[in-house]
C-alpha cells in the first residue's frame, strides 16, 4: 500500500521547518470533523500534532476510533496529538515522544500542559506563549548544566504553572519570581535562555514525522483494529459543519 500520510500541524512545527516530501499532506491545526473528513480521502496514515480548541471544539476521540477503524493508522504528538494518543493508545492509536509518554504514564494530566497562544498561520504560527511543557523540559536541562538548583527550577515551575496559559512566557516568570529578594541565579538563568530553551513540542514532532517517514518505507498495510465501531450521534456530529477557527492552540 503506497504511504500518503496526512498532518494536522501548527506552532509545534511551522511551515519552514516541515520537510519537503511528497507523501506528506500538511494541514492546519485540526478541528472537530476534520480527521473524520480526512479518513474519507482513505489515506495511509493520519498524523495530529496541533488542533484547535475552546470556543472552536477540539477533534473527538469517536472520529480518531473510525478513522482507524477503516485501516488507517492514526499517530499523535506533541501537542493534542499526545493527548488523545494517550487516551486512544490502548485501541491502536501511536503516541510519539516524551510528552505523549508522560501524559500516558500519568506524569502529565492538565490540557494547559500544552497549550500556547499563537499568531495565523499566514505568518507561520508565530508563538505569543510558551507552552508549560516546554518549560519544565528547559528547567531540566538548566539543572542538568549547573545554571540553576532543582529547588528554584521547582519555584519556577511551580510559578509557570499558575499561569494561564495566555499569559505564560518567561519573562512573566522571571518577573515573579523576582517579588522576593532575587537571587543571582535567575539573572543567570535570563541570560542563558536565549540560546538554552529546549522546544520539547519541536522535537517530539519531529520524532512522529521520522517515525511516519520509516513507516512508510517499511510499508504500510491497513490496521487492523481489536474494536468494533459503533455509530452514535457524537461520530454524526463530529462531520457537521466546520467552525469558525480561533488562534488558541493545544
Known amino acids: 500500500m503506497p504511504m500518503n500520510a496526512v498532518i494536522f500541524a501548527g506552532p509545534s512545527l511551522p511551515p519552514a521547518y516541515r520537510p519537503s516530501d511528497p507523501a506528506l499532506e500538511w494541514c492546519p491545526p485540526v478541528r472537530q470533523g476534520e480527521v473524520y473528513k480526512a479518513a474519507l480521502a482513505r489515506p495511509a496514515i493520519i498524523g495530529i500534532i496541533d488542533g484547535y480548541f475552546e470556543v472552536t471544539p477540539t477533534v473527538w476521540h469517536k472520529e480518531i476510533l473510525w478513522a482507524m477503524a477503516q485501516g488507517i493508522h492514526v499517530y499523535g504528538a506533541a501537542s493534542i496529538g499526545a493527548l488523545r494518543a494517550a487516551e486512544l493508545h490502548s485501541f491502536g492509536m501511536v503516541g510519539i515522544g516524551r510528552i505523549f509518554e508522560a501524559y500516558r504514564d500519568g506524569i502529565l494530566e492538565d490540557d494547559d500542559e500544552v497549550a500556547v497562544l499563537h499568531g495565523p498561520e499566514q505568518l507561520g504560527y508565530p508563538a505569543v506563549t ?11 536541562k538548566a539543572v542538568g548544566a ?13 510559578i509557570g504553572k499558575t499561569l ?4 505564560r512566557n518567561w519573562d512573566a516568570i522571571l518577573r515573579l519570581a523576582a517579588r522576593d529578594p ?5 539573572d543567570h538563568l535570563a541570560a542563558w535562555l536565549s540560546t538554552g530553551q529546549i522546544d520539547q513540542k ?5 520524532a512522529m514525522i521520522a517515525a511516519i517517514r520509516r513507516h512508510g518505507i517499511a510499508g504500510v498495510f491497513p490496521l487492523k ?11 454524526r456530529a463530529a462531520a457537521g459543519p466546520a467552525h469558525l477557527r480561533h488562534q488558541e492552540d493545544f
Open 182 to 186: 532575587p537571587p543571582v541565579a535567575l
Open 202 to 206: 519541536r522535537i517530539d514532532t519531529l
Open 164 to 167: 494561564f496559559y495566555k499569559e
Open 130 to 140: 510558551d507552552a508549560m511543557v516546554n518549560i519544565r523540559a528547559t528547567l531540566d
Open 225 to 235: 483494529v481489536c474494536y468494533h465501531f459503533h455509530a452514535t450521534g457524537y461520530h
Open 146 to 158: 549547573g545554571v540553576l538548583d532543582r529547588s528554584l527550577a521547582g519555584r519556577l515551575t511551580r
